[in-house]
């Protein structure tokens, strides 16, 4: 599974800095942009696949971790540093845990809301993943 970590470009200065998004940083047509906080410690986010949309995860606060699966791999990747953003393609399975105290996960998506995108059962993503097979 291929991991794609973006850096958020940065405009430093005494007085604090700015975290840029431009349309050139996203490798997607931002179509919706939502965030997620005051999810407590013990809670977890997620827990499903898209069967089309991309979306780019930044902790603009706090940190969390991010559970990936393929079907085949599993990979947990803690995110922290608002300038990093975690790209997460089409077909992979995410579950979002650990959150700090004052955690915010700004997520920007690919398509706008769709229930007919998501695929909410672990054992319907397998089924998923093994039929659509390239």
């Known amino acids: 599974m291929e991991i794609q970590l973006i850096d958020i470009p940065k405009i430093q200065n005494a007085k604090g800095n700015i975290g840029v998004i431009e349309l050139d940083v996203v490798p997607f047509d931002i179509k919706r942009v939502y965030y997620l906080y ?8 997620g827990g499903h696949a898209h069967k089309n949309l991309q979306q780019l995860l930044v902790p603009l606060s706090g940190s969390f971790d991010v559970v990936l ?27 979002l845990e650990n959150f700090s105290s004052g955690a915010v996960c700004m997520v920007i998506a690919s398509r706008v809301y769709d229930e ?18 390239k």
Not at 38 to 45: G, I, K, L, T
Not at 89 to 95: G, K, L, T, V, Y
């Open 38 to 45: 005051d999810v407590p410690s013990s809670a977890s986010r």
């Open 116 to 133: 007919a995108d998501y695929i909410r059962e672990y054992a319907d993503f397998l089924d998923y993943v093994r039929t659509n097979k």
């Open 69 to 95: 699966k393929d079907g085949t791999e599993e990979v947990t990747i803690t995110l922290n540093k608002p300038d990093k953003g975690l790209l997460i393609n089409n077909n992979i399975w995410r579950e």
